[in-house]
Nanobody
Framework: QVQLVESGGGLVQAGGSLRLSCTAS????????MGWFRQAPGKEREFVAA????????YYGDFVKGRFAISRDHAKKTVYLQMDSLKPEDTAVYSC??????????????WGQGTQVTVSS
């Protein structure tokens, strides 16, 4: 089981940026694909982004449209989500997830508690 801890959420004005971090407590971080999801009040959980075990392949939800970027640092066992040009509709709890697989589509099986992102208009 992978323990995941997110950080970096907060309140930002529309058009601003945030960088979320997710640190994994696991021995072999490079065995895992990683992903970010979000859930707004009253809505279903939504896929945001994912990155393969080696960082070479990235995937994004359709709504991202070039505004977000996922990356990973194996030495720090951390995955990042850089979010730019934020909109009020990006307000949600953002959670990271881990999938012990090399192949897309990834089936995520471990989840963090999430970090709140609030974008004001």
């Amino acid at each position: 089981q992978v323990q995941l801890v997110e950080s970096g959420g907060g309140l930002v004005q529309a058009g601003g940026s945030l960088r979320l971090s997710c640190t994994a407590s696991v021995r072999f971080f490079d065995m895992y694909a990683m992903g970010w999801f979000r859930q707004a009040p009253g809505k279903e959980r939504e896929f945001v982004a994912a990155i393969s075990w080696n960082g070479e392949d990235t995937y994004y939800g359709d709504f991202v449209k070039g505004r977000f970027a996922i990356s990973r640092d194996h030495a720090k066992k951390t995955v990042y989500l850089q979010m730019d040009s934020l909109k009020p509709e990006d307000t949600a709890v953002y959670s990271c997830a881990a999938a012990q697989t090399y192949y897309y589509p990834f089936e995520f099986h471990d989840w963090g508690q999430g970090t709140q992102v609030t974008v004001s208009s």
